[in-house]
């Protein structure tokens, strides 16, 4: 079943903002680290960035200072804040839970389009 689900996805022109959103079930939620990923075809999914159920966060180089991820514990929900987007942030976004010594959970993804 599904148990994570991204939304917030669009098209956007360089420059401009977006917040996705990723709602989780509990049970893979509390307690585990969420992250963002993206990916573009032909090539690798890749870390975007991710914070712990303490709010401890990290990010990828290329959108620190851009991006910023958060979560609402109550709510079973990590976000994603992306501001000063460029073309090159257009990609399909997933949200993932990444839980200690276990395979991740992805969700289904977002897509994120940034016009030039």
């Known amino acids: 079943q599904v148990q994570l689900v991204e939304s917030g996805g669009g098209l956007v022109q360089a420059g401009g903002s977006l917040r996705l959103s990723c709602a989780a079930s509990?049970?893979?939620?509390?307690?585990?680290?969420m992250g963002w990923y993206r990916q573009v075809p032909g090539k690798q999914r890749e870390l975007v960035a991710r914070i712990t159920s303490g709010g401890t966060t990290a990010y990828a180089d290329s959108v620190k200072g851009r991006f910023a991820i958060s979560r609402n514990n109550a709510k079973n929900t990590v976000y994603l804040q992306m501001n000063s987007l460029k073309p090159e942030d257009t990609a399909v976004y997933y949200c993932?839970?990444?839980?200690?010594?276990?395979?991740?959970?992805w969700g289904q993804g977002t897509q994120v389009t940034v016009s030039s």
């Open positions: 509990g049970s893979i939620f509390s307690g585990n680290v």
């Open positions: 993932a839970a990444l839980p200690l010594a276990r395979a991740p959970t």
